[in-house]
């Protein structure tokens, strides 16, 4: 087997006392979607914060492409082909779209940048229409695009996505689906965390399902679709559409 994009054996993050990923091991093969989905406080954001480096580990460790992750600096794992999209988004709301995308390319060639930007306006049609607009006066959906194309400015390897799905209109949640296929089509790597369920499990290749910092279940996204305790837990029973979220108890969305 090749070596995976990314593995991270037995990681642990800790705010303190309170333990917030316990011994979570996962693979990430190249080309693939895989998604960790589970409620509120699973401790997902927080995998995904020491996976770039934001938050130490307080136990495991990590590899990207066969070399260790330990003690690598942010900036070190960009360049390498790690990048994220947190919850928040995080733009720059007084900046224009394509200087937050021009952002996102700012430790590569400009020749490289410039072919990056046509790549993001090619996938992202409603950024080039709206490029001179001020990032904050976005819709919620063009935000989320906004921030995805700004860290495939950076040419990641593996794109980390936390919730890309969280507060959006159904409508726009299946165009960002759509476009997260497209992204590992093109041959980016992705892990993609949502509570979501039924819409990172149609999307992912492979899933992982976390409860209280654990990994409880694992395996093919379609099979787990299939799964008994997924489907009680959290795809409830309709049918419905890509829209539904856990039924857990929701601290809610915290923005657009
Ligand atoms: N900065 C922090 N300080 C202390 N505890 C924190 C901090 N950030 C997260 N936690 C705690 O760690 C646990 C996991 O939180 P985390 O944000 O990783 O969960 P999550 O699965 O991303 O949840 P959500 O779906 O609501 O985003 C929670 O119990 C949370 O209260
Ligand atoms: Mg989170």
Do not use: W
């Not at 409620?39 to 130490?56: E, F, H, R, V, Y």
């Not at 492409?65 to 082909?81: F, I, N, S």
């Not at 709301?93 to 410039?114: D, F, I, Q």
């Not at 990056?116 to 001020?134: H, I």
């Amino acid at each position: 087997m090749s070596t995976p994009l990314l593995s991270a054996q037995t990681v642990a993050v800790s705010y303190g006392k309170i333990e917030a990923v316990l011994d979570v091991s996962l693979v990430i093969p190249k080309g693939r979607i895989i998604t960790v989905i589970g409620a509120n406080g699973a401790g997902k954001s927080s995998l995904l914060g020491s996976l770039m480096g934001i938050l130490p580990l307080a136990g495991g460790s990590a590899t990207f492409e066969g070399e260790p992750l330990d003690r690598v600096p942010v900036e070190q794992r960009v360049a390498r082909g790690l990048c994220l999209v947190p919850e928040k988004r995080e733009l720059f709301v007084t900046m224009s779209v394509a200087e937050n995308l021009e952002l996102g390319a700012y430790h590569r060639p400009r020749s490289e940048a410039k072919s990056s930007l046509e790549m993001v306006y090619d996938l992202f049609p409603r950024l080039l229409e709206r490029r001179k607009q001020a990032a904050g006066t976005l819709s919620g959906g063009e935000r989320q695009m906004l921030a995805m194309g700004r860290a495939l400015m950076a040419k990641p390897k593996l794109l980390m996505l936390d919730e890309p799905s969280l507060g959006l209109a159904p409508r726009i949640v299946k165009e960002i689906f759509g476009l997260i296929g497209r992204l590992r089509d093109s041959g980016v790597s992705i892990l993609l965390v949502e509570q979501n369920a039924r819409g990172a499990l149609r999307t992912a290749d492979y899933a992982y399902v976390m409860e209280t910092g654990q990994v409880t279940l694992q395996g093919p996204a379609a099979d787990l679709a299939q799964d008994p305790r997924v489907i009680e837990s959290y795809l409830g029973i309709s049918g419905g559409d890509s829209s539904c979220s856990l039924p857990s108890s929701s601290v809610g969305a915290t923005n657009p």
